[in-house]
């Protein structure tokens, strides 16, 4: 499994966080079938990025995910195409329906914000998951442990739809989700096996 922090360009090698060491929490992370981490943290908030030849003050998703698209998925025409025309969010579903895996960190640092509510993410999910993804998962666990809540959302084959949204503690998000996808799995063969 490697590991690539997207924004600088460069191996990810930080170790994990907590709620007093808020330098490596995951920022926007995307998960490849063929389990690569593609990794971004907090420590790129506020820094200066180049996108499409224009500096930005990288502080929204949607700098993440430009430059994600810009680094990473150049020949992609469609996704390059999504962010030139400002359409920064619909390539989450194009990586979803590619069998990829998001990861957002949703936490708003600002006082009173980040008092109030805490560190939050939310975690999407393809129906099929390969085993090298699983291995991925395992991995950002360590990274997400601290987190309050984080969200998991199931999305159901290529037509996106939403089958299964749930919260839980960071420490049991991972856990739990893999409990339910396999009692998921399970079900679905023993229907298969009586139809």
């Known amino acids: 499994m490697a590991v690539f922090d997207f924004i600088n360009q460069c191996t990810y090698s930080k170790p994990a966080g907590n709620l007093n060491d808020m ?4 920022k926007f992370v995307l998960i490849r079938r063929d389990g ?4 971004s943290d907090t420590s790129n908030d506020e ?3 180049t996108i499409q030849g224009q500096k930005v003050q990288c502080n ?26 400002g359409n920064y969010f619909a390539p989450i579903f194009e990586f ?3 069998g990829d895996i998001i990861f957002n960190n949703l936490t708003i640092y600002q006082f009173p914000y980040f008092y109030l509510f805490g560190v939050r993410g939310q975690l999407l999910v393809p129906e099929q998951i390969t085993n090298q993804q699983k291995e991925s998962l395992q991995w950002l666990d360590s ?5 309050g809540e984080v969200s998991v959302e199931e999305y159901q084959n290529n037509d996106i739809n939403r089958r299964v949204s749930y919260c ?22 023993k229907s298969y096996h009586y139809s």
């Open 23 to 26: 330098e490596s929490h995951p």
């Open 36 to 39: 690569t981490i593609l990794y």
């Open 60 to 85: 929204k998703h949607e700098h993440y995910l430009a430059k994600l698209i810009e680094n990473y998925y150049q020949n992609s025409e469609e996704l390059v195409k999504m962010v030139q025309q």
């Open 96 to 98: 979803l329906n590619e």
């Open 47 to 49: 820094k200066e990025i």
């Open 168 to 189: 839980d503690k960071g420490s049991t998000a991972i856990i739990n989700y893999f409990m339910r996808h396999n009692e998921h799995e399970k079900v679905k063969c």
């Open 143 to 147: 990274y997400i442990k601290f987190f």
